[in-house]
């Protein structure tokens, strides 16, 4: 074998919503693209906003291209950096400074560059499902081993009761992805704090720090007027991703930043290694062009209105055609409970209407599919009658 055996594992492991998402190409190709209702893959539909437009021009003609397109410092820009830690400290009460700011590649370049700097062999980082199914590849990455809390299926709050027994002197890290992928669920403030109380036990007892990683690239996406709590502001050992990849449209641009309080335990340590780890893996720094973008865009807010809409009419439609589904309160993503034991046979009758879901066993949730509720309002509305159709195979 030419590859290395960590890249086969990855290999094989790779992406199922990917897969799905190319299924769901060739499906148009052969039917039509009306015709096909691919809810795969998590690519948002609304538009960029026309601020990001308008700040892209404006850069282009009157700033220097030497600046715009050139190298900086590997943590990025300095002003962008500043204008990242004021944003966050108005909007959280946190006390950042520009140095606490790291502008990378999306909120997973982020993630990656605490791996790296943290991760030794075996190590291990504890997720609680359903999860992103990246994280176990970003682990894998380092040589680390992701650890999996099973989802409660009863609220799909964390599964604080199965936590700590999973903790141990190996553990690193923990994810807490919120509102989460897939469920759209948010994670209560009182849930963080029985967290939080959790790991201050354990950090005593192993005795080294306990890092959580708050992944919060959806935000800016809650409803009914609920607000996210900032971990940073509960847990003191939390690094803060961020990626604008959902909230100003812009996935393919791969630009984000992570935020490091000076209150974390090593912090002159950690925060070098994540300024050397930026370079190491190869990103060298965030994309420039984009960096000065967001810094101009950092108080737009996201569509709300939009998404809202389509989770609306998917939740009262597929409930009122008998399918159990978590109601979501952030995020674009529902879960749907599958009406038979083994998941992939209900994303393969999906398929037989040309509806493309996914099998949620590859977010750590067997018995479940996603469905991703960031497309046009007009793909959902022509996606009911072959919902309905679906309905029919199970709830005669």
Not at 231 to 242: M, Q, W
């Amino acid at each position: 074998m030419v590859i290395s055996k960590n890249m086969e594992r990855l290999v094989a492991g790779s992406s199922t919503i990917r897969k799905l998402f190319e299924e769901g190409l060739q499906m148009a190709a052969e039917v039509g693209a009306d015709n096909v209702y691919d809810f795969s893959l998590g690519n948002p539909a609304s538009p960029v906003p026309h601020e990001v437009r308008d700040a892209i021009e404006d850069i282009l003609d009157n700033t220097d291209g030497n600046i715009v397109h050139g190298y900086m410092k590997n943590a990025g820009f300095n002003d962008v950096r500043k204008a990242v830690a004021d944003s966050l400290n108005r909007k959280n009460g946190m006390n950042y400074d520009a140095e606490d700011i790291i502008m990378t590649c999306g909120a997973a370049g982020g993630m990656n560059c605490i791996f790296r700097s943290l991760l030794g062999l075996d190590d291990e980082v504890i997720t609680f499902a359903p999860f992103f199914g990246e994280y176990r590849s970003y682990v894998c990455n380092f040589g680390g081993n992701l650890v999996v809390v099973p989802a409660d299926t009863e609220t799909f709050q964390l599964n604080l009761a199965a936590l700590r027994p999973l903790i141990n002197e190996k553990t690193k890290c923990i994810i807490i992805n919120n509102p989460n992928n897939p469920s759209g669920v948010v994670y209560t403030e009182e849930t963080l704090r029985k967290l939080n109380d959790i790991i201050v036990e354990a950090e005593k007892e192993i005795g080294h720090p306990i890092y959580v990683i708050a992944d919060e690239p959806y935000r800016e996406l809650v409803y009914g007027g609920q607000t996210v709590p900032y971990i940073p502001n509960i847990i003191k050992n939390s690094f803060f991703l961020y990626s604008f990849s959902k909230t100003l449209s812009l996935p393919g641009e791969r630009i984000g930043y992570m935020a490091v309080s000076k209150n974390i335990d090593y912090y002159d340590e950690v925060i070098s290694a994540l300024v050397v780890a930026n370079r190491c893996l190869g990103y060298i720094n965030a994309p420039s062009l984009f960096q000065l973008v967001v810094a101009r865009c950092l108080d737009i807010p996201a569509n709300l209105e939009f998404y809202d809409k389509n989770r609306t009419l998917l939740y009262e439609e597929l409930t009122k055609m008998g399918f159990e589904v978590v109601r979501p309160d952030g995020a674009f993503y529902m879960l749907i409970k599958s009406p038979t034991p083994e998941e992939d046979d209900f994303v393969a009758m999906g398929k037989k209407y040309h509806i493309i879901l996914v099998p949620a066993k590859s977010f750590g949730c067997p018995g479940y599919v996603r469905l991703a509720y960031c497309v046009s309002h007009d793909m959902i509305k022509r996606s009911i009658p072959a919902f309905k159709k679906l309905a029919e195979e199970y709830f005669k």
